[in-house]
């Protein structure tokens, strides 16, 4: 919503015409719609607030990172998606303050107020680098858009300063990517590079051999993909061993720049392109609702979702802590905030037609991860599947849970074109960041062959050419 300067708009929980309880849900991803559609028939008017103004299939965000996809490809304008629904209005907005007390929220800087009856926060999550912000410009993650075209733009250009630079030391440096943290979506990075560097630039460069690059996966605990079967971890970490993926298991990041990483070890790996995959930090709306937050920031909620002490708030998706009866916290997963969000629209409506509340029960739909072509791991129920199987399920079972049959057709396409040529049709670099991450890396390299930077460590050597 635009407001003048100087002029604060409130957005009213009744109205004389419209007397139907007010909720408000903060978020537009997964949680936060599903909560919205399931509410489509309730008795309700819905404002659905949300920084961006789509909806953003999160687990493809790596293929758009890596030149795979195009962001339109795994998003879909909200508005769209809730162009039917009589009862929700969206508003494209930054949540800055919530009040409990008053029963509403502040938008964009206290140009816009919000009222409301029942609110449910699903603002999501951030990465968490443990204490060290500052790793962030170095190390991006991958939860936005604009994360991931800032990780595709890095990892294309480290190509095109390698084929420029003239120290072997330096191009070294340039070809190696590290990846911290052996989640999904570490794995899944990590087991993708080799097919970029050996089919897809294969012969795109004069003085460089791209498959000579080296991926280096860093993971603090036992094994890889942890949250999985260890029998899974074990078959994903061979799949990646076989990719050429060097794989460091009980290994931790103490230090993080523009030349590399150190670890816990003491050994420094030179490396211009690092990519952060090791953990989450809740949304810093939870901080606001002055009620205990676990490690993560993530808001504590009572069984029923809502957020203890305030009934008529609901803590849904990423940003809410739920045990379930292994003692361990629901997973961050688009299916787990999926049946949060219908949940929390439940209890309304069990609120609203004056029947008891119920308490949350998480139903884990399966565990699925891709390494490569043709590799993949999968943990349904009882059920265990690796390799072909395995992948196969995989895609289809994100192509079924994209939202928008135009995006399932285009991502259908765009994989079928990859699967046939090994090509990737946006491998786009663009923006002024590009040029200047070019002329730093070229910067660089003649500070180091003018004795100005002192190369205290030697580079990781790289695979001879084939």
Same mark, same amino acid.
């Given at each position: 919503?635009?407001?003048?300067?100087?002029?604060?708009?409130?957005?009213?929980?009744?109205?004389?015409?419209?007397?139907?309880?007010?909720?408000?849900?903060?978020?537009?991803?997964?949680?936060?719609?599903?909560?919205?559609?399931?509410?489509?028939?309730?008795?309700?008017?819905?404002?659905?607030?949300?920084?961006?103004?789509?909806?953003?299939?999160?687990? /493809?965000?790596?293929?758009?990172?890596?030149?795979?996809?195009?962001?339109?490809?795994?998003?879909?304008?909200?508005?769209?998606?809730?162009?039917?629904?009589?009862?929700?209005?969206?508003?494209?907005?930054?949540?800055?303050?919530?009040?409990?007390?008053?029963?509403?929220?502040?938008?964009?800087?206290?140009?816009?107020?919000?009222?409301?009856? *029942?609110?449910?926060?699903?603002?999501?999550?951030?990465?968490? *680098?443990? %204490? &060290?912000?500052?790793?962030?410009?170095?190390?991006?993650?991958?939860?936005? #858009?604009?994360? $991931?075209?800032?990780?595709?733009?890095?990892?294309?250009?480290?190509?095109?300063?390698?084929?420029?630079?003239?120290?072997?030391?330096?191009?070294? @440096?340039?070809?190696?990517?590290?990846?911290?943290?052996?989640?999904?979506?570490?794995?899944? /990075?990590?087991?993708?590079?080799?097919?970029?560097?050996?089919?897809?630039?294969?012969?795109?460069?004069?003085?460089?051999?791209?498959?000579?690059?080296?991926? #280096?996966?860093?993971? %603090?605990?036992?094994?890889?993909?942890?949250?999985?079967?260890?029998?899974?971890?074990?078959?994903?970490?061979?799949?990646? !061993?076989?990719?050429?993926? !060097?794989?460091?298991?009980?290994?931790?990041?103490?230090?993080? !720049?523009?030349?590399?990483?150190?670890?816990?070890?003491?050994?420094?790996?030179?490396?211009?392109?690092?990519?952060?995959?090791?953990?989450?930090? @809740?949304?810093?709306?939870?901080?606001?609702?002055?009620?205990? /937050?676990?490690?993560?920031?993530?808001?504590?909620? !009572?069984?029923?979702?809502?957020?203890?002490? &305030?009934?008529?708030?609901?803590?849904?998706?990423?940003?809410?802590?739920?045990?379930?009866?292994?003692?361990?916290?629901?997973?961050?997963? $688009?299916?787990?905030?999926?049946?949060?969000?219908?949940?929390?629209?439940?209890?309304?409506?069990?609120?609203?037609?004056?029947?008891?509340?119920?308490?949350?029960?998480?139903?884990?739909?399966?565990?699925?991860?891709?390494?490569?072509?043709?590799?993949?791991?999968? @943990?349904?129920?009882?059920?265990?599947?690796?390799?072909?199987?395995?992948?196969?399920?995989?895609?289809?079972?994100? #192509?079924?849970?994209?939202?928008?049959?135009?995006?399932?057709?285009?991502?259908?396409?765009?994989?079928?074109?990859?699967?046939?040529? *090994?090509?990737?049709?946006?491998?786009?670099?663009?923006?002024?960041? @590009?040029?200047?991450?070019?002329?730093?890396?070229?910067?660089?390299?003649?500070?180091?062959?003018?004795?100005?930077?002192?190369?205290?460590?030697?580079?990781?050597?790289?695979?001879?050419?084939?």
């Amino acid at each position: 919503m635009q407001a003048e300067p100087n002029t604060s708009t409130r957005i009213t929980s009744t109205h004389a015409a419209d007397p139907r309880p007010h909720v408000v849900i903060v978020g537009g991803g997964f949680a936060g719609l599903s909560a919205a559609r399931a509410l489509t028939k309730a008795n309700v008017r819905i404002t659905l607030i949300d920084r961006t103004n789509h909806h953003l299939f999160q687990p /493809l965000l790596y293929q758009v990172a890596m030149a795979v996809l195009n962001p339109a490809d795994i998003t879909v304008p909200i508005r769209w998606l809730l162009r039917h629904q009589n009862n929700a209005t969206v508003i494209m907005a930054e949540v800055e303050q919530i009040d409990l007390e008053q029963h509403t929220i502040t938008l964009d800087g206290g140009t816009s107020t919000v009222d409301w009856d *029942y609110l449910l926060v699903a603002s999501g999550a951030r990465h968490a *680098y443990f %204490g &060290h912000p500052e790793w962030e410009s170095n190390a991006p993650g991958l939860k936005s #858009i604009e994360d $991931a075209l800032e990780m595709r733009r890095r990892f294309l250009l480290s190509f095109e300063a390698a084929e420029r630079a003239s120290a072997a030391g330096e191009r070294d @440096a340039l070809l190696t990517f590290v990846i911290v943290g052996a989640g999904p979506t570490g794995v899944e /990075l990590a087991g993708m590079i080799p097919e970029i560097t050996r089919k897809t630039l294969k012969h795109d460069f004069r003085r460089i051999d791209p498959s000579r690059a080296r991926v #280096i996966l860093v993971e %603090g605990g036992p094994r890889v993909l942890p949250t999985f079967p260890e029998e899974l971890s074990t078959r994903a970490g061979k799949d990646l !061993d076989d990719l050429g993926v !060097d794989v460091r298991l009980n290994t931790v990041v103490t230090g993080l !720049d523009d030349d590399g990483v150190t670890l816990a070890s003491g050994e420094r790996i030179l490396a211009h392109t690092v990519f952060w995959g090791a953990g989450n930090q @809740a949304s810093p709306l939870g901080a606001q609702l002055g009620v205990p /937050l676990d490690r993560a920031g993530r808001v504590v909620v !009572d069984t029923d979702l809502s957020v203890p002490g &305030h009934r008529t708030v609901f803590a849904i998706g990423d940003i809410a802590s739920v045990m379930i009866a292994t003692d361990r916290p629901v997973p961050a997963v $688009a299916p787990a905030a999926n049946q949060m969000g219908a949940h929390a629209a439940r209890m309304i409506m069990r609120d609203l037609s004056q029947q008891p509340r119920v308490s949350f029960t998480y139903f884990n739909k399966g565990d699925l991860a891709t390494i490569g072509r043709y590799r993949a791991v999968a @943990a349904i129920g009882k059920v265990r599947l690796t390799g072909v199987f395995a992948w196969v399920t995989w895609l289809f079972v994100h #192509i079924m849970y994209l939202a928008g049959f135009r995006n399932r057709i285009t991502v259908f396409v765009q994989w079928a074109y990859q699967f046939i040529t *090994y090509q990737r049709g946006v491998r786009l670099i663009t923006g002024t960041t @590009a040029h200047r991450l070019l002329k730093t890396s070229r910067a660089h390299e003649l500070q180091r062959s003018r004795g100005l930077v002192e190369p205290d460590v030697v580079a990781p050597s790289l695979p001879p050419r084939s």
